[in-house]
């Protein structure tokens, strides 16, 4: 009995720490396959407008994040990729079939700066 109390304890414990910390919602996945490259992330709101920021900057390209968006961005000409966002959440979708290395290239530099922008305190 007094084992089930420690462990109920430690658990609370736990959760009431994680429930208190702020800032530290981050997920990142990342698929890269033969045909198609997505990455999606999930971060505090806070930073949302680093985020946007770099995506401006970086795309060339006005992007509202904080509304909910679905668009193709051209990235050189003849490679689009699709990017939904929101407050909060990101996803790009790149289709790698007929595009160009190029192409490939530029989405997992842009993605990479955006972990980084992520990642940073």
Known sequence: MKILLYITSILLASF??????KGGNLSLKIVDSNTAFK???KFDEGKTRQLNEYLDSALNNKLPLKQNIDLLVNLNG???????ANSGWLEIN???RNTSMAGYIKVKK???GIQEIMTRK
Do not use: P, R, Y
């Open 16 to 21: 009431s720490f994680g429930c208190n910390t």
């Open 39 to 41: 990455f999606t992330a």
């Open 78 to 84: 003849e490679d689009k990729v699709n990017l939904k």
């Open 94 to 96: 790149f289709d790698k």
């Open 110 to 112: 842009l993605t990479e």
